[in-house]
């Protein structure tokens, strides 16, 4: 059956802070699935994410967001298994068996958590102004980065043979984690899977703040 080019699909729209983490991990991976895309810069310091109009598209009124021709969702880490089902080879990215799909989970997991509570948390310090404590989010970092370091030294990949979620879930924090004060020299099996990352084809990087560490 012949594609109806009369109704052209609409490219997915991402609405975003573009020195986000979490939003950038959506733009990565729309990118890396080769898919057209608007990026809606939303100003958040004039409340924007609290709109009327945007808290219908994502009612905790946070970033990102996507508009995928009337599919509306939000939530980053449900956003990449959403763009991997419907655009992607999803076991590819999700997981071929049980044990593959339970440790992207647990990276998607730490994603949520000691990523968040970690580097995420520190550059929030430093690039956002937000009153976290910093030194606590620093130590958590160094503690997720001494078992990410070890768990690399022998292996390319965080959960499989392969690039799956758990890179794209975790890589933008751990990549910008020097702009909260951490510095990446003491980890080289991290920066090579940072460096791994960066190579696959269609990577795109995230605006980068003055690095502190």
Not at 36 to 61: F, R
Not at 118 to 125: M, Q
Not at 128 to 146: I, K, N, P, Y
Request: glycine content about 8%; charged content about 20%.
């Amino acid at each position: 059956m012949t594609a109806d080019m009369s109704h052209p699909v609409s490219p997915v729209i991402l609405y975003r802070h573009p020195k986000s983490g979490h939003c950038h991990r959506v733009e990565l991976m729309l990118s890396l699935l080769g898919l057209p895309y608007e990026a809606v810069d939303l100003d958040m310091a004039a409340g924007a994410h609290k709109a009327p109009d945007y808290l219908i598209i994502s009612p905790l009124g946070q970033v990102p967001a996507i508009d995928d021709n009337g599919v509306r969702l939000s939530d980053s880490n449900a956003i990449l298994t959403y763009l991997v089902m419907r655009h992607g080879d999803a076991p590819a990215w999700r997981g071929h068996d049980p044990v593959e799909a339970a440790e992207i989970q647990r990276w998607l997991s730490i994603a949520a958590g000691e990523i968040a509570f970690g580097p995420c948390a520190a550059r929030l310090v430093t690039v956002f102004g937000a009153d976290l404590d910093h030194a606590a989010a620093q130590t958590r970092t160094h503690a997720l980065f001494a078992v990410m370091d070890a768990h690399l030294q022998a292996r390319d990949w965080l959960a499989a043979d392969r690039v799956t979620l758990a890179e794209i879930a975790g890589y933008s924090y751990i990549a910008h984690a020097p702009e909260g004060g951490v510095s990446l020299e003491p980890y080289p099996a991290i920066r090579a899977w940072l460096n791994r990352v960066e190579a696959l084809k269609g990577f795109i990087g995230m605006a980068r703040s003055p690095a502190l560490a």
